[in-house]
T-cell receptor
Framework: KAGVTQTPRYLIKTRGQQVTLSCSPI?????VSWYQQTPGQGLQFLFE???????NKGNFPGRFSGRQFSNSRSEMNVSTLELGDSALYLC???????????FGQGTRLTVV | DAKTTQPNSMESNEEEPVHLPCNHS???????IHWYRQLPSQGPEYVIH???SNVNNRMASLAIAEDRKSSTLILHRATLRDAAVYYC?????????????FGQGTILTVHP
């Protein structure tokens, strides 16, 4: 079956702009989580959605937001981009808590 | 979040077994023990997870101590493709929906 698909794979944005990243989970998976990976901080949890509801949120500023659609596809948005937002953004899908999570290849965001 | 402690790095020779340790002395009764690995330039990949009993799958085995304060990921015959960062993670439901707290992990080097 198809894996987790993230688009776009690479993105270059300018400070102050906003960006929207997309994640298509594995068919049947209703839980979608987002992570930020940087060399300094490692992998950090952003938020999780299940059946269109945000169930959990990490310690990130309000500039980071997300949503999930009825088909379980998810988007995350970062507004007013800062240089420090440059990172690999990863999406993971799973059936629910206690089940394995499947990660996408990520979106590499560069803010200049 | 309950914490895990792993060695920063380990080395192995190809075709030999590898035992990757993880300490999680503050684990709670409902925490699952997950192992993920991340190969260069890829998203994390699920390896195995368990709650109380030892677990086996096609990739690895997970040995869980009786008091659950530590666990060991066993790769039975390391290959060069097993060279990756291995993460030991605790997760549970409740307030940790969809959240995997990644530490620094163990960098596994496999020598030919």
């Amino acid at each position: 079956k198809a894996g987790v698909t993230q688009t776009p794979r690479y993105l270059i944005k300018t400070r102050g702009q906003q960006v929207t990243l997309s994640c298509s989970p594995i068919s049947g998976h209703r839980s979608v989580s987002w992570y930020q990976q940087t060399p300094g901080q490692g992998l950090q949890f952003l938020f999780e959605y299940f059946s269109e509801t945000q169930r959990n949120k990490g310690n990130f500023p309000g500039r980071f937001s997300g949503r999930q659609f009825s088909n379980s596809r998810s988007e995350m948005n970062v507004s007013t981009l800062e240089l420090g937002d440059s990172a690999l953004y990863l999406c993971a899908s799973s059936l629910d808590v206690g089940f394995e999570a499947f990660f996408g290849q990520g979106t590499r965001l560069t803010v200049v | 979040d309950a914490k895990t402690t792993q060695p920063n790095s380990m080395e192995s020779n190809e075709e030999e077994p590898v035992h990757l340790p993880c300490n999680h002395s503050t684990i709670s009764g409902t925490d699952y023990i997950h192992w993920y690995r991340q190969l260069p330039s890829q998203g994390p990949e699920y390896v195995i997870h368990g709650l109380t009993s030892n677990v086996n799958n096609r990739m690895a085995s997970l040995a869980i101590a009786e008091d659950r304060k530590s666990s060991t990921l066993i790769l039975h015959r390391a290959t060069l493709r097993d060279a990756a960062v291995y993460y030991c993670i605790l997760s549970t439901g409740g307030t940790s929906y969809g959240k995997l707290t990644f530490g620094q992990g163990t960098i596994l080097t496999v020598h030919p």
